[in-house]
């Protein structure tokens, strides 16, 4: 699973560089954009709110708990890098096949 907006960092966790798009009408995975996969979020991007709603969305995505998520940088702009914390087990391709 060559992506190159993933990168697995150790067995039980994985970098995603992520482009928001926020205020969509639903929260959806939109391809990719300048090598980051491209979200759209619903939640405006006010008071933390689209950061908020990303991380709940990815949270359903990888099927983990919000606190297993982490904004690393880019807490106030469109394009951010994500730790996730996942299970040694998890099928990233799997999950990533999904959408693509």
Same mark, same amino acid.
């Given at each position: 699973m060559e992506k190159e907006f993933l990168e697995k960092i $150790?067995?039980?966790l994985? $970098?995603? @560089? *992520?482009?928001?798009q926020p205020g969509a009408k639903r929260n959806i995975v939109d391809g990719t954009h300048d090598n980051c996969l491209k979200l759209k979020i @619903?939640?405006?991007?006010k008071d933390n709110k689209a950061n !908020? !709603?990303? *991380? @709940?969305?990815?949270?359903?995505i990888f099927n983990v708990k919000k606190k297993d998520i982490e904004i690393v940088s880019g807490q106030k702009t469109r394009k951010k890098i994500i730790? *996730? @914390?996942?299970?040694k087990n998890t099928?990233?391709?799997k999950i990533i096949k999904r959408f693509f």
């Open positions: $150790r067995p039980d994985v $970098r995603l @560089k *992520i482009w928001v @619903k939640a405006p991007a !908020e !709603e990303l *991380i @709940k969305f990815l949270a359903e730790d *996730i @914390k996942i299970k099928d990233l391709t």
